[in-house]
């Protein structure tokens, strides 16, 4: 009796040694006699002492610091580089039986994956195309860790450590391109100004009243000041004829400007024919120069005199 009444505590003792308690988000991956004899949990699962073993494998997503590594970018920058490596197991078995320590090969693996990437990028995209770079990191991460049974679910490039003369070279850099775009900004401006400008001065052109009620407009806004010296813009056309009169010598139009004979007289009809046809005018004196006409006029004077001086005789 108290053979069987022992027996029967082995028995209740070595059951509870037996029994474990997985929780949901874990996984227990058992050996049988050295053998793998499967996945079980969650919950309460049997696995016998002494003969089994069972690992804990959690489900949950793991966050893994990578520490700063030097890199060597593709244009020779030389920086430090950290990230954070988001995984997760997939198959417990696998990461169990195919490698000893998931994470720490999983971190070992991102380090050197990070610097080998990195080192294949120019600073310009590593700044400006961090996406492109944490899908590339991820999807080489993904599928070396894929045969353990483990996936990456996202990688980030946390911070880029950049030196001191380079984040000076980057400063000047952006501002010799601010400037530049400054530049073309007040040049597209004075384009479009000098267009707009042309395309109004053919309108008033076109218009000889639009350019007066300009003129009027400009003055109503100058004397709307109460500024006790009021000016008066001219425009240079009211200026054009008389420029263009003292270049040619004369109107612009007409030509030379005519210069009017002096009405001669003559006291007495009865002349002889060769001194009226001395003193007669010309038929066309506007188109004769200057000096002949100067000539022309002295001698009608002096014919004028003498005949007039042979009558009194």
Do not use: C
Not at 98 to 105: G, K, P, R, T, V
Not at 151 to 180: F, T, Y
């Amino acid at each position: 009796m108290e053979i069987l009444t022992a027996g029967l505590f082995v028995a209740v003792v070595y059951l509870f040694a037996s029994l474990r308690i997985i929780r949901q988000y874990e996984r227990a991956v058992t050996f049988f006699l050295g053998r793998f004899s499967g996945t079980k949990g969650p919950g309460l699962i049997f696995v016998p002492a002494l003969f089994a073993h069972a690992k804990r494998i959690s489900l949950r997503i793991v966050a893994l610091d990578i520490p700063p590594q030097d890199v060597i970018t593709r244009d020779n920058v030389t920086l430090k580089v950290n990230a954070v490596l988001y995984m997760r197991v997939l198959d417990p078995a696998r990461a169990v039986i195919e490698i000893e320590d998931y994470l720490y090969a999983t971190s070992q693996l991102a380090q050197t994956t990070l610097r080998s990437v990195l080192g294949e990028v120019e600073l310009d995209e590593l700044l400006a195309d961090r996406e492109k770079i944490n899908a590339i990191l991820k999807r080489i991460i993904d599928e070396r860790t894929e045969p353990w049974g483990i996936e990456a679910s996202a990688v980030e490039v946390k911070d880029v450590d950049l030196p001191e003369s380079m984040k000076r070279a980057m400063a000047r850099q952006a501002e010799a391109e601010r400037e530049r775009r400054a530049k073309v900004i007040a040049a597209q401006g004075e384009l479009q100004a000098s267009a707009t400008l042309a395309q109004a001065a053919r309108t008033l052109g076109a218009e000889p009243n639009a350019l007066q009620l300009r003129y009027l407009q400009t003055v109503a806004e100058i004397a709307a000041e109460n500024n006790s010296t009021t000016l008066f813009p001219i425009p240079i056309e009211l200026f054009r004829p008389f420029i263009r009169m003292a270049e040619q010598g004369g109107s612009p139009a007409a030509g030379p400007v005519p210069v009017p004979l002096p009405r001669v007289e003559f006291p007495d009809p009865t002349l002889p024919p060769e001194t009226q046809q001395a003193l007669a005018p010309p038929a066309d004196p506007a188109g004769m120069p200057a000096q002949q006409l100067s000539d022309l006029m002295s001698r009608l004077r002096l014919e004028s005199a003498r005949a007039s001086q042979g009558n009194d005789g």
